[in-house]
């Protein structure tokens, strides 16, 4: 199903009506991965055109086709009409352009004019006085009061940024590609960046911007595109978009990006959902009623790897057999409260405590002593070691106790081969032997062992962030199973993931968070895909939109 429209969400429509970019019929496949399946997209000047989607949906590597990062495995791709093979960034700039993507790319180290020219083809010497001049004319036009020769680790994020976008505009660019461009902005810097949208506008700049906050795109854009599962599945313009009204297109937005039902229908919360391969999970719904409260969180606050708040204010308790399900966005906080429940990340206000016992900065060692257990997203860069064998990262986070090794020098070998035995035999991980490389096994045989691990050590509350990324169907439906099974156990849960289906089949509660902040809670009975996914794309919840 694709919805056309007829002019633009905010203001009108560019005059032209040959676009400066046609993608055609694009399709790129990672494995077993479909990540765009026939995507059709027009980009013209003189409008923000902004592309939507849930994670995994394919935004990301529709516009890194166009940057020549990635090649189509089919589709075409046409500049003012003419096909062209964009084989390298490079390729992309030549064409006019230009890429600010959501990790910025500049040289801390080196002044604004250096990260500008740097890597800029010219035939003899560069005329850096005369480059020197127009930079900082641009600065001038962007609001930068930085001389060019100010060096970038001197610039705030948002200064940063209008950098990058000055670097792929000062080479030409007559299209630029914006990836999550406000995840690291404060509000004031977000208006200044629209601003700069609204100029470039003017100038017949074709501008995409690649987004999840839903208030943000209606602000800005003339044309939005929406992708689900690596399908172009609607395209609004403004005329059809004014003649709805706001509430109306955003949850005709959210139907689109989530493919949820107009009426909202949720299974019962208490049915039992079968895989294609007969593994069943069973959700309560009420299955904490009278549990004892394992987690707590009051009031706490946490920075990211930045400085910039990555939680805020958050309160929650969680109890003995229940699974709290939170949603989100990847990017807005989720990770950072898991590492904060695990030890990992220090908080800067507020307490946490574990089955009582008060754990807040004491680290990993005094949050697993109390009976925290998590299992990050990232398996090979954080959760293993993956040069080490199978059996070494069996009993990674327990080497230094009995029975596996003696005076916490030496290590007893069999207890080790021994235990990594069990648990391959328990979660049925296939592997030749104990004594195999850790990165012989497959994604989902990774997975299982290292939740394995987790689970040998009795945790009370478990976190696990994004526990079935990258999982085949099978291997996704026993890690769930498990997850469940801890939960009927007298265990506390806590799924972190961006799959709503996956979240909605075993959670008892289920959370959302939204720029750093768990905007609500809702017992799994009464949850609606379109209001979940309404707070996951603005963080506000306004009923009347879903009624």
Known sequence: MVIRASAGIAGTLGAQDVPVVQMKEISKRFGTVQANSNVSLQLFPGEVHAVLGENGAGKTTLMNILSGMYHPDAGTIEINGAPVTIASPSDALEQGIGTVYQHFTLVPNLSVIENVILGMKTRFVLDLSGAERRLLEMLGDFGLTASPRTE?????????????????????????LLDEPTSVLTPVEVEGLFKILLRLKAEGVAVVLITHKLEEALEVSDRVSILRQGRKVGELLPDDIAA???????????????????????PNADSQHQSADGIQTTATGDAADSGRTLLELR????????????????????????????????????????????GQRHVTSGSVSIAGQE???????????????????????????????????????????????????WLDRPAIEAHAQSLIDEFNVKTPDTSTRLTLLSGGNIQKLLLARELATDPQVLVCNKPTNGLDLKTAQFVLQTLRSQADQGKAVVLISSELEEILEISDRVGVMYNGELVAIFPRAEVKIET????????????????
């Open 359 to 409: 754990i807040t900065n004491k680290g990993v060692s005094a949050a697993a002593k109390a009976g925290a257990g998590y299992v990050t997203d990232d398996r090979l860069g954080e959760g293993a070691v993956p040069g080490a064998s199978v059996a070494e990262n069996a009993v990674l986070k327990t080497i230094s106790r009995r029975p596996f090794s003696k005076g916490g020098f």
């Open 299 to 342: 009031g706490v606050t946490a920075l990211d790897s930045r400085g910039a708040k990555a939680v805020r204010d958050i309160s929650l308790q969680l109890k003995a057999g229940e699974i709290l399900g939170i949603a989100g966005v990847d990017g807005n906080g989720q990770k950072e409260l898991g590492e904060v429940i695990a």
């Open 244 to 266: 709805s009204g706001r509430a109306a297109t955003k949850k005709l937005i959210v139907e689109l990006m989530f493919g949820g039902t107009a009426g909202g229908e949720q």
């Open 532 to 547: 979940i996914g309404h707070l996951m794309l603005s963080g506000r919840d306004r009923a009347e939109a879903f009624a």
């Open 152 to 176: 970038v680790r001197h610039l705030s994020l948002g200064e940063r940024q209008r950098v990058e976008i000055i670097k792929v505009l000062f080479r030409g660019s007559r299209v630029l």
